[in-house]
């Protein structure tokens, strides 16, 4: 909050506006703000995923609507509203609506906890490490409960694996967040991105490269991403948990799942990749002698700038592990996350306990 | 009130026209050419159908890409009616046309997809070739264009027929030729 906070208290106050209502409004904002920068992110993440899909199998596409194809998820998108909505005669009505918003709701709210600059998180919260992970649990069984309440058993073979995965892909996750609390000392992810600040050697990833990958991976798992999208195996299983569902339920799923890959890769680039550090530690703001609010502005509008390309480094990765591999066998990832990554996060974070310690007794 | 209603149909149109989720659903040779369309040479991502999606409550367009036996026929009948409004038929080559090299005398295929749901467009030829499949789906949607909102109705009441009902495949046979139906299973 800070310093946007004060520049809109002052704003506000000075056309008489009652106190409750401006901190109810200020709520308003962000949330407008997260919703906003959501959908315009989802639908170019959509598209771009499929140019750098066309890219990589030497295609062309999409670019017959709009300039070279810039308005075909706008396309994509009024057409899913469009369509019809069906109900399966065997669903559990209340459930098989529900489960959408179940989905879509805690990754809307989690992007409120990540610091996109100095002064622009929406909710710091003192355990925000924490309160990101606990919230984004809620999502598989949102996907649970759209396998059950539709009726058909290939939906509900997805919804169990979706839960059986994020069980055993939680673990690591939580043992390597460990690790990166350890080693900065807070929970508050704004306080994480700080204690990486200076030049990209101090960036956590460079202690717990280790971390790092595992991390990487499980996010890959946390998103249904494809070496692991068991949960929708298209081969296996029709479409998975979303099989019976159409029109704007199915485009809250599809939604869910890139905003979630948006905002997971906005994760790791804070834990790992220094946030909004720049690389070289150096603020443009600070060379240029500006006075003193709009020098933070412009500041703070240079770390959203540092932070959104190091995530899209990151989201340009997971969609090449899409391009580059296969779908996996369940048992065998599963297999995977127990026998070898829970031993390397515990091995990875006893070398950060001695890292830890030799820079203590320093 | 009009110019309202021809910009919203204008917009309805160009958005369906250009996102086109066709079904993966290949019964035989055509499916490679189906596949071939997707892949690098041809690119069908040009024209936003590439996402082909695995189950028929979320795709548009259904490319028959093959023969239908009689045993396929109920499935076919059903994978038509779970898709969701509105919804697309392509026959893809001959035999879905009508039969193909199958026309005079099989007793296990049907003779035209047409038969069982409605086609919205034939293209024949045995197999055709990916620039085919291409055209037909170009003008599918130079036709979809054309619709407006308030047909919708009507158009989506020639989609249901009760003449057949899934697991009915007899109905679409001669009675002297279930008796070899029956013998060749």
Redesign the interface.
Same mark, same amino acid.
């Given at each position: 909050m800070g310093l946007f906070y004060v520049i809109y208290l002052d704003f506000m106050r000075q056309i008489n506006i009652p106190d409750w209502l401006i901190i109810i409004l200020w709520h308003i904002i962000n949330f407008c703000f997260a919703a906003v920068l959501l959908i315009f992110i989802v639908l170019f993440l959509v598209l771009f995923e499929r140019k750098y899909l066309a890219f990589f199998t030497r295609r062309k596409g999409p670019n017959r609507v709009g300039l070279n194809g810039c308005l075909q998820t706008a396309a994509d998108g009024l057409k899913i509203l469009f369509k019809e909505n069906i109900l399966p005669s065997g669903a559990d009505k209340f459930l098989y609506f529900c489960a959408p918003l179940l989905v879509f709701s805690p990754i809307m709210a989690v992007y409120c906890l990540i610091p996109f600059a100095e002064d622009l998180t929406a909710y710091n919260s003192c355990c925000g490490v924490l309160l990101f992970m606990a919230i984004l649990s809620l999502p598989p069984l949102g996907v649970l409960f759209a396998g059950y309440s539709s009726g058909n058993k290939y939906s509900l073979i997805g919804g169990i694996r979706s839960c059986v995965q994020s069980i055993s892909s939680e673990i690591p996750v939580f043992i390597v967040l460990a690790g990166i609390v350890l080693l900065t000392g807070s929970m508050n992810l704004n306080e994480i991105t700080k204690a990486q600040s200076g030049i990209f050697l101090n960036w956590n990833i460079f202690p717990s490269i280790l971390g790092f990958i595992i991390f990487l991976i499980c996010s890959l798992i946390i998103m249904n991403r494809i070496p692991f999208d068991f949960p929708e195996a298209e081969s296996e299983l029709t479409a998975g948990y979303n099989s019976e569902y159409s029109g704007m339920k199915f485009a809250m799923f599809f939604l869910g799942e890139y905003a979630l890959t948006f905002i997971f890769s906005a994760f790791i680039a804070v834990l790992f990749l220094g946030g909004y550090n720049p690389p070289f530690g150096v603020y443009a703001a600070d060379l240029l002698n500006l006075p003193l609010i709009s020098g933070a502005i412009v500041k703070n509008i240079e770390q959203f700038f540092w932070l959104m390309i190091k995530t899209y480094i990151l989201i340009l990765i997971i969609m090449w592990f899409r391009a580059a591999y296969p779908r996996l066998r369940q048992s065998d990832a599963i297999e995977f996350c127990w026998y070898i990554l829970i031993p390397l996060s515990v091995f990875n974070l006893f070398i950060l306990c001695i890292i830890q310690f030799i820079r203590g007794c320093l | 009130m009009n110019i309202v209603l021809t910009s919203l149909n204008r917009?309805?149109n &160009?958005?369906?026209a250009? $996102?086109l989720w066709p079904l993966?659903f290949a019964t035989s040779c055509c499916g490679i050419e189906m596949m071939c369309v997707s892949?690098?040479d041809y690119?069908v991502? %040009?024209?936003?159908s *590439?996402?082909f %999606? +695995? $189950?028929p %409550? &979320?795709s548009?367009l259904l490319i028959i890409a093959g023969t239908i036996t009689h045993k396929m026929a109920p499935v076919l009948l059903k994978l038509y009616e &779970?898709m +969701? *409004?509105?919804k697309y038929v392509i026959a893809m080559g001959a035999c879905a046309c009508s039969g193909g090299m199958f026309a005079n005398d099989s007793y296990s295929v049907v003779y035209g997809a047409d038969k069982i749901i409605p086609v919205d467009i034939y293209l024949p030829m045995c197999p055709p070739k990916p620039e085919a499949l291409i055209n037909a789906i170009i003008k599918l949607q130079s036709e979809i264009k054309k619709e407006s909102i308030t047909d919708r109705k009507n158009i989506i009441a020639s989609h249901k027929s009760n003449l057949f009902k899934p697991d009915d495949c007899d109905i679409l046979m001669k009675k002297e030729d279930i008796q070899v139906f029956k013998m060749g299973i």
């Amino acid at each position: 909050m800070g310093l946007f906070y004060v520049i809109y208290l002052d704003f506000m106050r000075q056309i008489n506006i009652p106190d409750w209502l401006i901190i109810i409004l200020w709520h308003i904002i962000n949330f407008c703000f997260a919703a906003v920068l959501l959908i315009f992110i989802v639908l170019f993440l959509v598209l771009f995923e499929r140019k750098y899909l066309a890219f990589f199998t030497r295609r062309k596409g999409p670019n017959r609507v709009g300039l070279n194809g810039c308005l075909q998820t706008a396309a994509d998108g009024l057409k899913i509203l469009f369509k019809e909505n069906i109900l399966p005669s065997g669903a559990d009505k209340f459930l098989y609506f529900c489960a959408p918003l179940l989905v879509f709701s805690p990754i809307m709210a989690v992007y409120c906890l990540i610091p996109f600059a100095e002064d622009l998180t929406a909710y710091n919260s003192c355990c925000g490490v924490l309160l990101f992970m606990a919230i984004l649990s809620l999502p598989p069984l949102g996907v649970l409960f759209a396998g059950y309440s539709s009726g058909n058993k290939y939906s509900l073979i997805g919804g169990i694996r979706s839960c059986v995965q994020s069980i055993s892909s939680e673990i690591p996750v939580f043992i390597v967040l460990a690790g990166i609390v350890l080693l900065t000392g807070s929970m508050n992810l704004n306080e994480i991105t700080k204690a990486q600040s200076g030049i990209f050697l101090n960036w956590n990833i460079f202690p717990s490269i280790l971390g790092f990958i595992i991390f990487l991976i499980c996010s890959l798992i946390i998103m249904n991403r494809i070496p692991f999208d068991f949960p929708e195996a298209e081969s296996e299983l029709t479409a998975g948990y979303n099989s019976e569902y159409s029109g704007m339920k199915f485009a809250m799923f599809f939604l869910g799942e890139y905003a979630l890959t948006f905002i997971f890769s906005a994760f790791i680039a804070v834990l790992f990749l220094g946030g909004y550090n720049p690389p070289f530690g150096v603020y443009a703001a600070d060379l240029l002698n500006l006075p003193l609010i709009s020098g933070a502005i412009v500041k703070n509008i240079e770390q959203f700038f540092w932070l959104m390309i190091k995530t899209y480094i990151l989201i340009l990765i997971i969609m090449w592990f899409r391009a580059a591999y296969p779908r996996l066998r369940q048992s065998d990832a599963i297999e995977f996350c127990w026998y070898i990554l829970i031993p390397l996060s515990v091995f990875n974070l006893f070398i950060l306990c001695i890292i830890q310690f030799i820079r203590g007794c320093l | 009130m009009n110019i309202v209603l021809t910009s919203l149909n204008r917009i309805y149109n &160009q958005t369906r026209a250009n $996102s086109l989720w066709p079904l993966t659903f290949a019964t035989s040779c055509c499916g490679i050419e189906m596949m071939c369309v997707s892949a690098a040479d041809y690119d069908v991502a %040009r024209f936003g159908s *590439e996402v082909f %999606r +695995a $189950s028929p %409550r &979320q795709s548009d367009l259904l490319i028959i890409a093959g023969t239908i036996t009689h045993k396929m026929a109920p499935v076919l009948l059903k994978l038509y009616e &779970q898709m +969701a *409004e509105p919804k697309y038929v392509i026959a893809m080559g001959a035999c879905a046309c009508s039969g193909g090299m199958f026309a005079n005398d099989s007793y296990s295929v049907v003779y035209g997809a047409d038969k069982i749901i409605p086609v919205d467009i034939y293209l024949p030829m045995c197999p055709p070739k990916p620039e085919a499949l291409i055209n037909a789906i170009i003008k599918l949607q130079s036709e979809i264009k054309k619709e407006s909102i308030t047909d919708r109705k009507n158009i989506i009441a020639s989609h249901k027929s009760n003449l057949f009902k899934p697991d009915d495949c007899d109905i679409l046979m001669k009675k002297e030729d279930i008796q070899v139906f029956k013998m060749g299973i």
